[in-house]
T-cell receptor, first 114, second 119 residues
């Protein structure tokens, strides 16, 4: 079956540090890949996505590249801010009859200190 | 434009009591989802609706859980009777369906969730 594995958290960084959150997946076919973010007290929001191999998704300074050869979709940001403190979820959608059925990783808690 | 609205935000009940959660999706979104999020885990799909039809309910524990979307707009998820293990956050999401020219497979819009505590 489909699965998503994220790096263990929590992750604690100082402001302006470089961020990487690893994500690898197992899926048949060619899934779409997503990063969702959950800020304190808010619902899940789509951060970025990539729908085919070698695509790079980007938003708010975050980037992730769909690497089919390594089945990875690592999230990166060059300089984090305190406002980036949140829980980050990697997810995939296998498409086809599974349209809309997202398979999520367990989430990574990020805390950024001033 | 209003987002996905869920209520209540928080609910505390004793075990064996019934509970219901309500969701109003983004206007015009034909597809509605209920996801379950246990503490420290990612959400898991319970049920997916296309308009008023449940097209994927394979993960819904049908002995105690039920859901409906009678007019193809808002939806209700019910648990009866609740058990201690049902304590979790119940998330509702909506999206355009493929037939609506969805911009990207799997882009869902989530509500803030309903946090259930069963004592």
């Amino acid at each position: 079956g489909n699965s998503v594995t994220q790096m263990e958290g929590p992750v604690t960084l100082s402001e302006e540090a470089f961020l990487t959150i690893n994500c690898t997946y197992t899926a048949t076919g060619y899934p779409s890949l997503f990063w969702y973010v959950q800020y304190p007290g808010e619902g899940l929001q789509l951060l970025l996505k990539a729908t085919k191999a070698d695509d790079k998704g980007s938003n708010k300074g975050f980037e992730a590249t769909y690497r089919k050869e390594t089945t990875s979709f690592h999230l990166e940001k060059g300089s984090v801010q305190v406002s980036d403190s949140a829980v980050y979820f990697c997810a995939l959608n296998a498409g086809g009859t599974s349209y809309g059925k997202l398979t999520f990783g367990q989430g990574t808690i990020l805390t950024v200190h001033p | 434009e209003a987002g996905v609205v869920q209520s209540p935000r928080y609910k505390i009940i004793e075990k064996k009591q019934p509970v219901a959660f309500w969701c109003n999706p983004i206007s015009g979104h034909n597809t509605l989802y209920w996801y379950l999020q246990n503490l420290g885990q990612g959400p898991e799909l319970l049920i997916r609706y296309e308009n008023e039809e449940a097209v994927d309910d394979s993960q819904l524990p049908k002995d105690r859980f039920s859901a409906e979307r009678l007019k193809g707009v808002d939806s209700t998820l019910k648990i009866q009777p609740a058990e201690l293990g049902d304590s979790a956050v119940y998330l509702c999401a909506s999206s355009l369906s493929p037939g609506q020219g969805a911009p990207g497979t799997g882009e869902l819009f989530f509500g803030e969730g309903s946090r259930l505590t069963v004592l």
